[in-house]
T-cell receptor, first 114, second 112 residues
Framework: EAQVTQNPRYLITVTGKKLTVTCSQNMNHEYMSWYRQDPGLGLRQIYYSMNVEVTDKGDVPEGYKVSRKEKRNFPLILESPSPNQTSLYFC?????????????FGPGTRLTVL | QKEVEQDPGPLSVPEGAIVSLNCTYSNSAFQYFMWYRQYSRKGPELLMYTYSSGNKEDGRFTAQVDKSSKYISLFIRDSQPSDSATYLCAMRVDTGRRALTFGSGTRLQVQP
């Protein structure tokens, strides 16, 4: 089954404790992206990657890091989480050549930073 | 001011009603327009997409884009309880970044 998986689905942590949210896709997509979803603000792009070893900032990259060492994986790293990073996070992937860039989303990770 | 404005709802309609969902935007460079559906505790899934202005129909769903008014719509005919979800409009410019700009979503409830 074609899918994007994220782990963990739910995470409660404390300020300053480094964490990683994993994302994996099995569709051989070149393009991968991380979004955060907050009430009233919709989804906002954090980082994106057009291929292995190619990553760039989205609209709200502060406080986040990513890496793309393999085509299928695109982990999101919070080196020192803060309460304003409490949010619902989605990973997405798509075929870069697709003009509409139909993005396939993972199930989401709900993060709470205390 | 947000680039994409969308009424958050909630919008409650009886089963069988015609539903109209709308977004307005300010960036005239947007070329690709999409509607995503998001069920509770799930990721968004692509429902409809259109390029530039015009209409597109797919079963009970019709998407309309009016670039002169910077206004897009999604119509749902014969709405069903299974259509109850949050509907997100999304759009993007024609650049390599391929980033989507989303509306905040409209929550729809179809009452049986």
């Amino acid at each position: 089954e074609a899918q994007v998986t994220q782990n963990p689905r739910y995470l409660i942590t404390v300020t300053g404790k480094k964490l990683t949210v994993t994302c994996s896709q099995n569709m051989n997509h070149e393009y991968m992206s991380w979004y955060r979803q907050d009430p009233g603000l919709g989804l906002r792009q954090i980082y994106y990657s057009m291929n292995v070893e190619v990553t760039d900032k989205g609209d709200v990259p502060e406080g986040y890091k990513v890496s793309r060492k393999e085509k299928r994986n695109f982990p999101l790293i919070l080196e020192s989480p803060s309460p304003n990073q409490t949010s619902l996070y989605f990973c997405a992937s798509s075929e870069y050549r697709d003009r509409y860039n139909e993005q396939f989303f993972g199930p989401g990770t709900r993060l709470t930073v205390l | 001011q947000k680039e994409v404005e969308q009424d958050p709802g909630p919008l409650s309609v009886p089963e069988g009603a015609i539903v109209s969902l709308n977004c307005t935007y300010s960036n005239s460079a947007f070329q690709y327009f999409m509607w995503y559906r998001q069920y509770s505790r799930k990721g968004p899934e692509l429902l409809m997409y259109t390029y530039s202005s015009g209409n597109k129909e797919d079963g009970r769903f019709t998407a309309q884009v009016d670039k002169s008014s910077k206004y897009i719509s999604l119509f749902i005919r014969d709405s069903q309880p299974s259509d109850s979800a949050t509907y997100l409009c999304a759009m993007r410019v024609d650049t390599g970044r391929r980033a989507l700009t989303f509306g905040s979503g409209t929550r729809l409830q179809v009452q049986p």
